[in-house]
């Protein structure tokens, strides 16, 4: 009996063959590509430089503030002067001299912010990799989903030929016939399904890693992972971003309190300026400005109490943080071990089921088992098959979910071949607020931007 093929089975395999490359590719190149071809990644960079920028201007607001002015005025009718145009050109600057902190407590701030922004961007690296780790999981899986059901196609098509054979010399009837054939338009049915994983499968490796998969290698090893479930929660605490991140938040808004604080005090500013207008005559002024609040109806006060609120709004966030980091911790752990107990009986159960298909397959032959019971078998094996290869994938997704709940899921801990990320190298080309292309200071930041590829 010739093996017929679908019109959909014939679609799906020829858009794989069409899209898949010749290159071997390994978890670690599939890690690397979702690495260099994230989109979210850039963006999360792109916002870190912001809050850098942030920094910035808190800098520039503690320098000199200089304006100039230029004007020009024709009246008509001419005046009694006979002074038709007047002109004046003028130059002005103010400068902060003393505000009992405020401005400096403004730059810890946000220095405070751009470290948690920093750690968000690590948690947003842990989640792109723990995305490219399930997409190569996914295919491999589906690829050997297919592969079992191939088998299963071809064993069955043998089947129901010696069905057939044995039909024709009156050993069975033709209920066994009928019985081998539905069995064989399931097992089509399955492995079209299987097929259409495997297209769903290298869609989402495409969208986690901007290309199709070539031949995906199985991991030679995995990561280490801590022993016990106490050194991972441990480690979790230590090194999690997320953590890190409600931490630089709390401190930011401690700051933030002695902040709003300091706006209740004066400032003292100085200010000077000078001019020249069309008649030669020049002008100047030099002074000192001392300004506070009085009254403002309460704002100020209310002001302090928000900030005081939202203080202890970001403590109560740090402590729920590190609950649901342990609880994730303890859910990666229990799922790694109940993956790897499940494999082990996974074994087991694969081969007790392939001693009781042999056996069947005796029985049938000495006319002791039927063709019904024969194939039940084969579902059997298939099925204990089909979930020892579901198991695998569990336990290897399994690894890598447990390095990302402790927050070692990154191109430094992996060990990646890539051009890592640097935050600090924007940071401090710009922390000194920069003139670009007019200080030493800017030079440097144009060529920051020009190895991420942001210059213009």
């Known amino acids: 009996m ?23 590719e390994t978890l670690t190149d599939a890690l690397a590509g979702a690495y260099l071809n994230s989109n979210i990644l850039d963006q ?23 304006n100039y002015s230029a004007s020009v005025t024709a009246v008509s009718p001419t005046p009694p002067t006979g002074n038709d145009v007047t002109a004046s050109l003028g130059v002005s600057a103010t400068f902060l001299l003393y505000d009992f902190g405020a401005s400096q407590l403004a730059i810890k701030q946000l220095d405070e912010t751009v470290l948690a922004t920093r750690d968000a961007l690590i ?36 089947e129901l030929r010696a069905s057939e054979d044995r039909f024709d010399v009156g050993q069975v009837t033709r209920t066994d016939v009928s019985i081998a054939q539905a069995r064989l338009a399931a097992a089509r049915a399955g492995l079209a399904a299987q097929q259409g994983g495997l297209v769903r499968a290298r869609e989402e490796y ?50 933030g309190l002695s902040r709003a604080e300091a706006s209740l005090l004066p400032r003292l500013s100085g200010t000077a300026s000078a001019g020249l207008d069309q008649d030669g005559d020049t002008s100047g002024s030099i002074g000192l400005s001392l300004s506070g609040p009085i009254y403002q ?70 006319g002791a088992r039927t063709t019904l019971e024969v ?38 801990h992996l060990g990646l071949n890539v051009p890592a990320f640097d935050p600090e190298a ?14 030493p200071e800017g030079e440097k930041l144009d060529r920051v931007l020009r190895a991420i590829g942001r210059a213009e």
């Not at 019109?7 to 071997?24: C, K, N, T």
């Not at 999360?44 to 200089?66: G, H, K, M, T």
Request: glycine share 6%; hydrophobic share 50%.
């Open 426 to 439: 924007y940071y401090n080309a710009v922390r000194g607020a920069p003139t670009v292309r007019v200080s």
């Open 2 to 24: 010739a093996k017929a093929r679908t019109p959909i089975l014939s679609f799906i395999l020829g858009a794989v063959r069409l899209a898949a490359p010749a290159q071997a």
């Open 297 to 366: 109806g309460g704002a100020l006060t209310s002001a302090v109490r928000k900030v005081s609120a939202q203080r202890d709004a970001s403590r109560s966030g740090l402590l729920s943080t590190v609950l649901n980091v342990e609880q994730n911790v303890g859910n990666a752990w229990a799922n790694l071990a109940v993956a790897v107990a499940s494999l082990e009986a996974n074994d087991r159960q694969v081969a007790a089921a392939q001693l009781a298909l042999d056996g069947l397959r005796e029985e049938l032959r000495l």
């Open 123 to 158: 948690g947003v690296e842990q989640d792109i990799l723990l995305r490219a780790v399930a997409a190569f999981i996914g295919v491999r899986q589906a690829e050997s989903l297919i592969a079992l059901n191939e088998a299963n196609v071809r064993l069955i098509t043998q």
């Open 44 to 66: 999360q960079q792109a916002l870190l430089r912001a809050a850098d920028e942030d920094v910035a201007s808190a800098v520039a607001a503690l320098r000199p503030i200089i």
């Open 375 to 412: 194939l039940d078998q084969e579902q059997e094996l298939l099925d204990a098959r089909t979930d020892r290869v579901n198991t695998e994938n569990d336990r290897l997704l399994a690894v890598y979910s447990l390095l990302e709940s402790i927050g070692l899921l990154t191109v430094e």
């Open 206 to 255: 495409k969208a986690a890693g901007g290309r199709y998969p070539g031949v995906l290698t199985a991991p030679r090893s995995t990561p280490a992972v801590p022993e016990t479930l106490a050194a991972a929660k441990a480690v979790a605490r230590d090194r999690h971003p997320d953590i890190a991140s409600a931490q630089h938040q709390v401190a930011a808004a401690e700051i």
